[in-house]
């Protein structure tokens, strides 16, 4: 064999080997979230409710543990209704296609801003320019797969096990800053049921976790649930964009 041909043939296995053992992507698991993420896209509406507990970094006693439920009452493309209750307290957002409103029943206050004429492009926008974050959002992104892919190293399926004895497909993977977890349903609807993701690149590995409960597919809405009605003596606000560094 001419020893140039060897040599490419060598690096070229070598190569491959290398590849192999820096990644580690599971087809099935990627066919799960495929079944997964054309499932909420083919839905015209829904609602779920997102129990939330995350973890705040505290200088004197390191990592507390906060919680959130919200209902999300969602109507593609255009309408979205979160009502949220935690340890910060209660909120709500209204968006119509036009406007985002943020209230705040405690203080009775709201913010309001024109935005984007879709969900997830106001959710993009919304979250980047004022740190605002929406429960799930990332399952409702058309990419949710390809972006899962462009970023992880590890993607692999551990088998079926049950959250609040629903069945479910357990999906596990890492990226540079982070690892995460996900429990799709073992159904006909493919639903996310829970989700962990570990911040492994910040000060004490802070946790978010999530379950996604009550799932109701397709229901029909009236379009005043998603029109904020401004109660008395109610103060108006701004919305304050994150600084940038």
């Given at each position: 064999m001419n020893k140039k041909l060897f040599l490419i043939i060598i690096i070229c296995v070598l190569t491959t080997q290398l590849q192999a053992q820096s990644s580690n992507i599971d087809t099935v698991a990627i066919s799960i979230l495929d079944n997964m993420s054309v499932m909420i896209g083919e839905m015209t509406s829904c609602s779920v409710t997102v129990n939330a507990n995350y973890d705040v970094h505290n200088q004197e006693l390191g990592l507390i543990k906060r919680s959130n439920e919200s209902q999300v009452y969602l109507e593609g493309p255009d309408k979205l209704l979160i009502r949220s209750e935690g340890d910060k307290g209660s909120r709500a957002f209204y968006y119509n296609g036009k406007t985002l409103i943020y209230y705040s029943p405690d203080k009775n206050q709201f913010a309001q801003i024109e935005t984007l004429p879709t969900i997830v492009s106001m959710i993009d926008t919304v979250s980047k320019t004022y740190g605002i974050d929406f429960p799930a959002a990332d399952f409702l992104y058309p990419t949710f797969v390809d972006?899962?892919?462009?970023?992880?190293?590890?993607?692999?399926?551990?088998?079926?096990?049950?959250?609040?004895?629903?069945?479910?497909?357990?999906?596990?993977?890492?990226?540079?800053?982070?690892?995460f977890q996900f429990w799709i349903s073992n159904d006909a609807y493919s639903l996310p049921v829970k989700v962990v993701i570990v911040y492994t690149k910040k000060e004490l590995d802070p946790q978010y976790e999530a379950v996604l409960s009550d799932w109701k597919i397709n229901p029909v809405f009236p379009d005043a649930l998603f029109e904020f009605k401004a109660p008395p003596k109610v103060k108006k606000i701004k919305f304050v964009p994150v600084s940038k560094k």
């Open positions: 972006d899962i892919l462009a970023d992880t190293k590890n993607l692999v399926y551990l088998g079926i096990t049950k959250v609040d004895g629903k069945e479910c497909f357990h999906i596990a993977g890492t990226t540079e800053d982070k690892t």
